[in-house]
């Protein structure tokens, strides 16, 4: 058993003083999450890094910004910190080349360093973000730091299918699963020799990972792990748990929770049977999940002000929990018992229109055509099991940390070969 605690590759840097770092200029890809542990207190790796003497000249914002204040596709403009007074870029804009690291922005930077807490599903798009920052940094000769952390589900579950070229976006850059369980960096090193990218990459792993257990869950020391929000609307690990799954209801006109302290655990809009949908979804959702009947109202985004009919849901039981097949049985319910009231969002969605939202977030049209059709979930799923046996085949080289159980752990021939 993993006894020693988990340290997230920040942390690690810090005890070595950032000497990876000295006598660069440096630029930190970073918002709320990028914390160490120092002396019984939490510092961000921005602060730890000054105090330390290295010379960080430039911040890059992902989505939601360094602060993570802007709720999910609201723009972010570049300008100046007044916490870290460093200027800093953003990389979400307006409009979709603003997701890339503009070429001017890497000017006088010697190096890149990136340390943002992912959630572990495809469509949350900072993994995304760092793999557009390594095609940059190609292109410039910019080394680039990755400090890895925890994929916060654990690193043995992968649910889901791929993402052909033609179904490409924010939401789906990376053709992997929506739950991939994966750290950034092994993406990061999964995206650059399937690119074929020439840039200097240099992990700094976090230590310590129970790759089997979820974030709440590791051994840590007296301090553990912050949760701090890595975006707006994931204020826990549990949002984070149902999230495969919960983002599917963006592609619809229901509520997803935003607007509420509980996104992603509370669905529902007007004028629903919260009774019947609650029934409906119990009866076709994945073990591990209960729905309850509930009213609630979202104070902005869709039905803002509005109270909504719906269901609370509640993860009873993790190891069993299959998140993305119970976003569609959600969808699927809500289809059934209120067909007057469901739509398929109409709206661009991350920068894309003349694709469903729904299709760009499942890789392709297949669940939203069968749901419309009235087939089951499992027709809605048929790709998943040989999607999910070709990305474990394609990442295998590429991890970072032995898996011992799921499609991600060693095979027969190379089971005692340890990853680097």
Known sequence: MNTKPYLAGAEIAHQSGWQLLQGQRVAVVCNPTSLVRIDGRRL??????????????????????????????????????????????SLYGY??????????????????????????????TYAATLCMALDACAERDVRVVVLDRANPLGGEQVEGNTVPLDYRSFVGWIDIPQRHGLTVA????????????????????CRGWQVGRFLDEQHVGTLPPAWTPPSPNMPTVETAVLYPGGCLIEATNLSEGRGTTRPFEVIGAPGMNANAFAERVMALAAPGLIARPLLFEPMFQKWGGAT?????????????????????????????????????????????????????LMGGALARETLMDGGSLDEATADFAAAEARFAARVRPHLRYV?????????????????S
Not at 186 to 205: N, P, R, S
Request: charged share 25%.
């Open 403 to 419: 898996r011992k159980n799921g499609l991600l752990a060693a095979g027969a021939d190379d089971a005692d070969v340890a990853i």
């Open 308 to 360: 909504c009919a719906g269901v609370a849901l509640e993860c009873t039981d993790r190891a069993a929990l299959r998140s993305v097949r119970s976003g569609l049985a959600v969808i699927a319910a809500a289809m059934e018992v209120a067909p007057e009231q469901f739509a398929w969002r109409a709206e661009a969605y991350e920068f894309v229109d003349e694709i469903s939202a729904m299709d760009l």
């Open 186 to 205: 092994e993406i990061a090193a999964l995206h650059v020799a399937e690119k074929g990218l020439k840039v200097d990459v240099q992990v700094v792993d």
């Open 95 to 124: 409009d979709a080349d603003s997701l890339v690291l503009r070429a001017d922005t890497l000017d006088g930077i010697d190096l890149l360093v990136f340390d943002v807490q992912d959630v572990g599903a495809r469509y949350y």
């Open 44 to 89: 961000h790796i921005v602060d730890a890094m000054a105090q330390a003497g290295v010379d960080v000249v430039r911040l890059f914002g992902p989505e939601h910004g360094v602060w993570a204040t802007a709720q999910d596709m609201i723009g972010v403009d570049s300008g100046w910190d007044p916490i870290f007074d460093l200027p800093v870029a």
